[in-house]
Antibody, heavy 114, light 107 residues
Framework: EVQLVESGGGLVKPGSSLKLSCVASGFTFSSYGMHWIRQAPKKGLEWIALIYYDSSNKYYADSVKGRFTISRDNSKNTLYLEMNSLRSEDTAMYYC???????WGQGTLVTVSS | DIQMTQSPSSLPASLGDRVTITCRASQDIGNYLRWFQQKPGKSPRLMIYGATNLAAGVPSRFSGSRSGSDYSLTISSLESEDMADYYCLQSKESPFTFGAGTKLELK
């Protein structure tokens, strides 16, 4: 059974940093690209980043480019999202999803507030 | 960036109704179009991929279609469990973009 479990969310102040993790199981993690998607409270879904299976390519939404970094450790079956210079508008539930979006984690909540 | 214009934003409907939600792509996306269902407090669920293909476990009353740059999700006979938010997503090119969403609710 495919499982994706996010962690690392929390309450942080504007301008600070946070690193999210997504631990994968039930499939060969090293063979699939992975995404991060977020959803602000009461708002729609926003795709924010993609990393290829071998980390050879990474893509970002304009809203996070230069502040967020997607990475992965295939030896640990773990996907990461390093978030810097956080703003109030980054407040959202953050989901990881497997390549074709058929599997999603339960999400981890990031709140940016002073 | 490719824009996905989704309509309507809200859709009141009755049980048994046939309902259709549409997304229009600002550029050619071929069939790189997915539909998701999201219920309150839950993660999104993939319903349709490749514009017209039913995802695993999705009831056959759901279907997807394409006419030019317009993509539609249709529920042939609405059931209570279908009340949810629905989103389209284009995955033709980065940045991938979602439609703004449609809230399907009981009339």
């Amino acid at each position: 059974e495919v499982q994706l479990v996010e962690s690392g969310g929390g309450l942080v102040k504007p301008g600070s940093s946070l690193k999210l993790s997504c631990v994968a199981s039930g499939f060969t993690f090293s063979s699939y690209g992975m995404h991060w998607i977020r959803q602000a409270p009461k708002k729609g879904l926003e795709w924010i980043a993609l990393i290829y299976y071998d980390s050879s390519n990474k893509y970002y939404a304009d809203s996070v480019k230069g502040r967020f970094t997607i990475s992965r450790d295939n030896s640990k079956n773990t996907l990461y999202l390093e978030m810097n210079s956080l703003r109030s508008e980054d407040t959202a539930m953050y989901y990881c999803a497997k390549a074709a979006f058929a599997y999603w984690g339960q999400g981890t909540l990031v709140t940016v507030s002073s | 960036d490719i824009q996905m214009t989704q309509s309507p934003s809200s859709l009141p409907a009755s049980l048994g109704d046939r309902v259709t939600i549409t997304c229009r792509a600002s550029q050619d996306i071929g069939n790189y179009l997915r539909w998701f269902q999201q219920k309150p407090g839950k993660s999104p669920r993939l319903m349709i991929y490749g514009a017209t293909n039913l995802a695993a476990g999705v009831p056959s009353r759901f279907s997807g279609s394409r006419s030019g740059s317009d993509y539609s999700l249709t529920i042939s006979s609405l059931e209570s469990e279908d009340m949810a938010d629905y989103y389209c997503l284009q995955s033709k090119e980065s940045p991938f973009t979602f439609g703004a969403g449609t809230k399907l609710e009981l009339k």
